[in-house]
């Protein structure tokens, strides 16, 4: 009989038919791809400047950052107190 396949060698039927497009049949003026900011993102986090890079964007990224740094605390705070009163017995 020899070895036959247990898997069927043939493709499925398409389950939706679109097209796609590669990029490289696209024109390069479609307004949809917008302009590479990877270029100019690299310059800004790579400049020399000290800064973290989690703070080198500037306002928003400090926002960010001090609000992390704000619900960080309070929810340890928060879970302290809650130990705290866990960790008392109840007045009958």
Do not use: W
């Not at 400049?47 to 400090?62: C, E, I, M, S, T």
């Amino acid at each position: 009989q020899g070895l036959k396949p247990i898997v069927s060698t043939e493709s499925p039927a398409l389950i939706f038919g679109t097209t796609t497009k590669l990029a490289s049949d696209l024109p390069a003026d479609d307004s949809f791809l917008g302009k590479n900011k990877v270029p100019d993102l690299q310059k800004v986090f790579q400049r020399a400047d000290g800064l973290p890079v989690h703070l080198k964007r500037g306002v928003p990224d400090k926002l960010l950052y001090r609000t992390t740094m704000a619900l960080t605390i309070g929810g340890t705070i928060y879970c302290l107190v809650a130990l705290y009163m866990a960790s008392q017995p109840r007045n009958q």
